[in-house]
T-cell receptor
Framework: DAGVTQSPTHLIKTRGQQVTLRCSPK?????VSWYQQALGQGPQFIFQ???????QRGNFPDRFSGHQFPNYSSELNVNALLLGDSALYLC????????????FGPGTRLTVL | RKEVEQDPGPFNVPEGATVAFNCTYS??????FFWYRQDCRKEPKLLMS???SGNEDGRFTAQLNRASQYISLLIRDSKLSDSATYLC???????????FGSGTQLTVLP
């Protein structure tokens, strides 16, 4: 049983570019949340997707957008990258109906130069 | 004020020591509480849930005080493998959004 998977593992971009990160939830999970973790900080909630809709959003600008597909996988898009967007981006999945433990993927480490 | 606050440490303790971490949260409507563990450059993993009655899992004991909005984690007989960052996590809202503290770094020394 595969856990949460994310791609790519690492990514280097320059300021102003756009990036798309991908996440496949754990088998049986239908809810995906995205988090940003800067160095030395705890993860910060970006948004959550359930039934292909954004259910809740944290304090992030509109440059951060997402999508959930019918197979429950999800994408995080960041436009007009800033140096401060450099971070580990974590995806977590859970079952919306059971609302149990959230399982995290290994993350995508984004570096903006 | 941050929603979840932790002492960042670092805590450097010898093997066998007992160490305690504390965490406070600001949202009195928070529903659930957890401790996560994060190893260097890895994803966070659930360590244990936290209940008002207190709960114990081997060498680990977690406690919640709702009146004081305070959560604690006690590690007894520390092992080298306990070295990690410990994240206090609070769940709130209909989407059960996780709010993390900034983490407390623990290094257990031989």
């Amino acid at each position: 049983d595969a856990g949460v998977t994310q791609s790519p593992t690492h990514l280097i971009k320059t300021r102003g570019q756009q990036v798309t990160l991908r996440c496949s939830p754990k088998s049986g999970h239908d809810t995906v949340s995205w988090y940003q973790q800067a160095l030395g900080q705890g993860p910060q909630f970006i948004f959550q997707y359930y039934e292909e809709e954004e259910r809740q959003r944290g304090n992030f600008p509109d440059r951060f957008s997402g999508h959930q597909f019918p197979n429950y996988s999800s994408e995080l898009n960041v436009n007009a990258l800033l140096l401060g967007d450099s971070a580990l981006y974590l995806c977590a999945s859970t079952s919306g109906t059971r609302r149990g433990e959230q399982f995290f993927g290994p993350g995508t480490r984004l570096t903006v130069l | 004020r941050k929603e979840v606050e932790q002492d960042p440490g670092p805590f450097n303790v010898p093997e066998g020591a007992t160490v305690a971490f504390n965490c406070t949260y600001s949202n009195s409507a928070s529903q659930s509480f957890f401790w996560y563990r994060q190893d260097c450059r890895k994803e966070p993993k659930l360590l244990m849930s936290v209940y008002s009655s207190g709960n114990e899992d081997g060498r680990f004991t977690a406690q919640l005080n709702r009146a004081s909005q305070y959560i604690s984690l006690l590690i007894r007989d520390s092992k080298l493998s306990d070295s990690a960052t410990y994240l206090c996590v609070v769940i709130s809202g209909s989407a059960r959004q996780l709010t993390f503290g900034s983490g407390t770094q623990l290094t257990v020394l031989p």
